[in-house]
């Protein structure tokens, strides 16, 4: 098992370190800037040996050059399917990254939707999963359509329930007061609507996150369940027919929310 430890960078970003208690080596998951990267490697004597990319969003890969310049040679693994300098493995679904520093294998996941290459990185216990599923929510469809999103997310909620999911923003605050308006009668949301917001009123970060608790209280995760259908055919004003129907009303909900 990993453990994955969350730097917070820009306005509200986590640039991730993934690492083994035995080990100095860890992989540095979508740094979008590289000081903080760089104060937390030296605080802890740590050494990359690897770079994960999900996507290409500049709040995710600015920190990049840098970082390359300050460790020259190191593997840049990223996505096949979108332009991002530094990347010098390009990977996709079905392909299969192997980290010896950790003694662990990653399997990578197309996940779609937030953009049209993104992927995410499962292995050690944990998913990095950027900007696709967050903590109690998930990203905004900006460059696919909302059945890749739809589709993407189910791919991470058949992961198995006890595997971290290292998100790339503090979103889950807001993410669950909108899971409280979609599903009211959810008493798992409330509560953990609750211990969000203490620990953010302590600057603790929410995540990562289970996905056995994301698919107790992610209305996103949720589309097939009665109250969630109810809502969203509510505000659609129509019958939904299909579970990605009634995700495409709710992200759109959320849009506005």
């Known amino acids: 098992m990993l453990t994955p430890v969350p730097i917070p960078a820009l306005s509200d970003n ?12 860890v992989v540095v998951v979508d740094p979008g800037e590289a000081a903080p990267v760089v104060a937390a490697l030296d605080h802890a004597d740590l050494h990359p040996c690897a770079i994960f ?13 840098d970082l ?13 399917d979108e332009p991002v300098d530094g990347v010098t493995h390009a990977v996709r679904e079905g392909d ?18 937030h953009t049209s290459g993104h992927i995410s990185f499962v292995g050690g216990g944990i998913v990095a999963c950027g900007d696709t599923l967050f903590a109690g ?12 999103m739809h ?9 198995p329930e006890d595997t971290l999911g290292c998100c790339g923003h503090e979103y889950t605050v807001a993410n669950l007061t909108f899971a409280e308006a979609a599903e009211p009668g959810n008493r798992a949301v409330h509560e953990r609507l609750e211990r969000a917001r203490s620990a953010r009123a ?3 970060p929410t995540v990562p996150f289970r996905i056995g608790e994301e698919l107790q209280t992610n209305p996103f995760l949720r589309c097939d369940e009665p109250e ?15 579970a990605s129907e009634v995700f495409a009303v709710l992200r759109e909900w959320k849009n506005n929310f």
């Open 14 to 25: 986590y640039i991730w370190i993934l690492r083994q208690a035995d080990s100095r080596s």
């Open 53 to 65: 990319i999900t996507h290409h969003h500049g709040d995710h890969v600015a920190g990049l050059k």
């Open 68 to 80: 390359c310049g300050l460790h020259p040679g190191i593997p840049v693994h990223g996505p096949a």
């Open 96 to 113: 299969r990254v192997r980290i010896d520093e950790l003694d662990t294998e990653f399997e990578i996941l197309d996940t779609p939707g």
């Open 137 to 148: 929510g998930c990203g905004r469809v900006f460059e696919g359509t909302p059945e890749q």
């Open 151 to 159: 589709e993407s997310l189910q791919k991470l909620a058949n992961l």
């Open 202 to 204: 302590s600057e603790v």
């Open 228 to 242: 969630i259908r109810a809502a969203a055919a509510k505000r659609a004003g129509r019958e939904l027919s299909s």
